[in-house]
């Protein structure tokens, strides 16, 4: 079966989801305070592979690295959630089907252990 | 409205941040609304450019504007909690016939997330590539385990290969006298590991030689010269594995605890090639060649190698053989049958079997 990553279209059309969610998440006053201090190229860079990831695209993180990240980082479950909102919202600005976002949150919330920390 | 407050709002309306600044003290003569509102604080009249860019080095800047060429280079700066990138330029004009600074900055930040953002891309597709070429080449690697590499070629290119007749090649077989009653006896484990150290061996000694092993069948070696590359030297290459092996298993036996005692057969004649299966590939070989082999096998005792009056023409001015009669050979009538024993040439001393 084909991932959402190659149906919708491979990177073309995930590149527009990942600046939208990054300009989500900055812009958001409950987790944008934990992005502060990340230069531009990492959380880029780190957005870019995650939302690959979570799609079915190439791997890029294994639970073990996603806990390293995040571990300097105090994230409770309400800044999880909030990320997981506003990953919704940018599927459905780009119109993706409910299956496809429904499958998005699922593989998000399975790292919920690996990210959530605090 | 006069020219001054037109000018003023035109410059104030810019998307780029703009900055005169005096060229000595480099202090701000005037800057518009958008260069005040990316460096706020410091970007008042009277304030200095030195305090705007601290990360800047203004001798390098005046030295850029003493060649006569702007001044280019990108800086990141933080509104709200959002980085964003600059491309700064600083170049020399005049004003009213004074001398001064111009400073421009664009952002230029969608560009940089995009930029970073295909180089993120990129790593990750670039990193499974190397992935699969790796466990590509550790497939090619044990395919051809299992089959030649010519062989592999032309599965890889046509999705098949044909059964192929290779009218000059030799065979060899060889198996383990009593290897039943080893394998029943103690330490199972360590029977299998010691076998496979001496199928090892013997890969080594035939890729030495220019043969190659086909398959092993429980206790069972068998090997082959002249497929699937055609080899004047095939009868003598098997010839000499045998020889080899034989005194491998002497020498080996010499320090070991237990003993392995062998049987060979060989044979030269034509011999099919073929992969069999579809799933699951091995690459075979049969025809009488191999039957014969096979055959010669049985007639040997411990630690012999046998083979029959269809071979002797091809390896007798080179390899010293005993006769051992005329005998009724299975499915292939009455044969002579001989045991090869060693090389004639003194520089092959290597090769002669223990007596």
């Known amino acids: 079966m084909q991932s959402i990553f190659e149906r919708s279209g491979g990177f073309a059309a995930i590149s527009k989801v990942v600046i939208n969610f990054y300009n989500r998440v900055l812009d958001s006053d409950t987790v944008g305070p934990y992005f502060e201090n990340i230069n531009l190229a990492t959380l880029i860079d780190h957005q870019t592979k995650f939302i690959a990831q979570v799609m079915g695209g190439p791997v890029a993180y294994s639970d073990e690295q996603l806990k390293r990240i995040h571990e300097k980082h105090a994230i409770n479950q309400n800044a999880f959630e909030e990320v997981a909102e506003l990953m919704k919202q940018s599927l459905q600005e780009f119109n993706f089907p409910q299956d496809d976002i429904n499958h998005v949150l699922g593989e998000l919330g399975r790292r919920a252990p690996s990210i959530v920390n605090a | ?355």
Not at chain 2, 173 to 194: C, K
């Open chain 2, 1 to 355: 409205m006069d020219m001054e407050k037109i000018s003023k709002m035109l410059f104030d309306s810019l998307e780029s941040g703009v900055a005169v600044a005096e060229p000595e003290g480099h202090e701000i003569l005037s800057a518009n609304r958008r260069f005040s509102e990316w460096f706020p604080g410091v970007s008042g009249i009277g304030c200095s450019l030195d305090d705007v860019f601290t990360d800047i080095s203004m001798e390098t800047v005046q030295s850029c504007i003493d060649d006569n060429r702007p001044f280019k280079t990108e800086v990141e700066i933080k509104i709200k909690r959002r980085a964003v990138c600059l491309a700064l330029q600083i170049t020399a004009s005049t004003q009213k016939e004074t001398p001064v600074l111009i400073v421009e900055c664009q952002n230029i930040s969608k560009v940089k997330e995009l930029e970073y953002m295909i180089q993120s891309y990129t790593q990750m597709v670039e990193k499974q590539n190397r992935q699969l070429r790796n466990e590509k080449e550790r497939v090619e690697k044990l395919l051809l385990n299992v089959m030649p590499k010519t062989i592999y070629e032309e599965l890889k290119e046509f999705g098949v290969t044909s059964p192929t007749k290779y009218e000059n090649a030799s065979v060899l077989m060889l198996d383990f006298v009593g290897f039943t009653d080893m394998a029943i006896s103690r330490d199972p484990a360590n029977l299998i590991t010691e076998l496979n150290d001496i199928f090892t061996a013997f890969d080594r000694i035939a890729e030495q030689f220019g043969c190659e092993r086909i398959k092993t069948m429980g206790d069972a070696y068998m090997a082959v010269s002249g497929i699937p590359e055609a080899t004047p030297d095939h009868a003598h290459n098997i010839a000499r594995l045998a020889l080899l092996m034989v005194r491998y298993l002497h020498r080996r036996n010499a320090t070991h605890d237990r003993q392995w005692h062998c049987r060979v057969g060989i044979n030269s004649g034509a011999v099919i090639g073929s992969i069999v299966g579809v799933q699951k590939y091995v690459y075979d070989i049969f025809g009488p060649g191999v039957n014969l082999a096979a055959r010669m096998e049985t007639f040997s005792g411990d630690m012999e190698i046998s083979l029959c009056e269809d071979m002797l023409p091809y390896i007798e001015n080179d390899f010293a053989v005993a006769e051992r009669g005329e005998h009724k050979v299975k499915g292939f009538g009455q044969k002579k049958i001989y045991e090869l024993t060693g090389m004639h040439h003194a520089s092959n001393a290597g090769f002669q079997l223990a007596s």
